[in-house]
């Protein structure tokens, strides 16, 4: 990969150490550019009417899309977040009394609510499958699970918001296809991050958003449904763009997967998120995904060194999400001295309200987050591991 370029590329790169990449990576100048244009043609031409001169554009973010996961642009829908991608598909399955949902121990807190909202609501089951020694979901005790009939859905995400392992997601999803089950997967930390493709993937649904590792615009994501699933399924919510009034008394909803759109939409982001997709497609995905793994494994390596800090990543294959705890600073603490660098250095905190499983399994109240990107530099992680060697004591 030519880093200079893609640093070049990166206006942020020159300002601060970003390795909030899992939060919100830092946009390319494409990104930026297609965003800050279109508002200019709204702010000059009307919103409307820029829109329009923008239509073969933004049918092309279909495309884009289905390229960067393997699918059909019919079966993208752009949908402001992930969550709200998930809530759509999640919501309109028709789950019934007794079904049984299987959710990993890495599940986001934003899906697991949904599934206690449907346990209440519909007297859906959910099940959480136990992982291996490595941290991942167990293959065999998924296998096992999936004999039972009552199950419908097995849902979770592909890396979680704290780290923890890639999930083996071709073969869960190779064994839930295998048992006749749905798949719904959250790929959120992972699309641009890492090669996705639903067809090896084998998932019948899949969410994503634009800010984090695509590097596209917040207020944005998209999901995927499977074109012979969509039709099938009847969004809980409904709006004259996912559907049409033909009398008074009937409506249609149209075929493809935008049935689980609305209609407005922050268009420029839109156009900034198709860039995004763009912009990944031409770095390459594939040696993308190899520099973070390289990138991500120097810093573990790095941070065991620094007295104090326990790297906390669990799995057999690890993502670029670098987590570990500090025996002398809280992670609040540690996120605003290494705000407070010369070049400030961006840190998050995930706390166990967003993947309560795990980090009650794992006795973890909260960690520190590095999430690294292909834009990321080895001189910026020495930067890092430095900076934290200098943490004044609680
Ligand atoms: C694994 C996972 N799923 C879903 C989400 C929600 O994404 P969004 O904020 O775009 O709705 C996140 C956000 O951090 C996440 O990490």
């Not at 299987?102 to 609501?121: C, D, F, H, V, W």
């Not at 049935?259 to 990944?280: D, I, P, Q, S, T």
């Not at 494994?297 to 906390?312: E, F, I, K, N, Y």
């Not at 407070?340 to 795990?358: E, K, P, Y």
Request: hydrophobic content about 40%; aromatic content about 6%; proline content about 5%.
């Amino acid at each position: 990969m030519d880093i200079e370029q893609l640093r070049a590329d990166t206006p942020g790169a020159a300002e601060l150490i970003h390795f909030n990449n899992a939060g919100a990576a830092l946009m390319p100048q494409p990104v930026l550019d297609a965003i800050t244009g279109h508002l200019q043609r709204e702010a000059c031409l009307g919103g409307y009417e820029a829109a329009a001169e923008q239509a073969q554009a933004l049918e092309n973010v279909y495309g884009a899309i289905g390229r960067l996961i393997n699918a059909r642009a019919d079966e993208i829908a752009v949908i402001e977040n992930a969550t709200r991608a998930w809530d759509m598909a999640f919501y309109s399955l028709p789950l019934r009394p007794g079904d049984v949902v299987l959710t990993s121990t890495t599940e986001y807190a934003g899906n697991y609510i949904p599934y206690l909202q449907l346990q209440r609501q519909r007297g859906i089951e959910l099940r959480v499958l136990p992982n291996d020694e490595h941290g991942q979901v167990c293959l065999s005790a998924l296998k096992t699970l999936l004999d039972d009939e009552r199950v419908a859905l097995v849902s979770l995400p592909v890396i979680a918001t704290n780290g923890g392992p890639v999930q083996p997601i071709e073969q869960i999803g190779a064994l839930t296809r295998a048992a006749g089950k749905l798949f719904l997967l959250d790929a959120c930390q992972g699309v641009g991050q890492m090669p996705i493709d639903v067809k090896k993937i084998g998932c019948h649904m899949l969410a994503a958003t634009s800010r984090k590792y695509l590097r596209g615009p917040r207020g944005m994501g998209f999901l995927y449904v499977e074109h012979a699933l969509c039709q099938t399924l009847e969004p809980t919510f409904l709006d004259l763009h996912a559907a049409s009034l033909l009398t008074p008394e009937t409506f249609a909803i149209r075929d493809d997967a935008r049935r689980f759109e609305n209609w407005e939409c922050n268009v420029a982001a839109k156009l900034g998120l198709g860039a995004a997709v763009e912009y990944a497609l031409a770095q390459g995905i594939e040696p993308m995904w190899q520099r973070i793994q390289q990138l991500a494994s120097h810093l573990r390596t790095q941070l065991a060194t620094v007295p104090g800090v326990t790297v906390q990543d669990l799995g057999a294959l690890k993502s670029g999400i670098v987590t570990f705890t500090h025996h002398q600073s809280d992670a609040t603490q540690l996120q605003q001295w290494l705000a407070q660098q010369a070049r400030r250095i961006n840190v998050s905190t995930s706390r166990a309200g967003s993947t309560l499983l795990d980090m009650q399994q794992r006795g973890l109240p909260e960690v520190s987050r590095a999430s690294v990107h292909a834009y990321n530099t080895h001189a910026e992680i020495d930067a890092l591991v430095h900076a934290l060697r200098r943490l004044p004591g609680r």
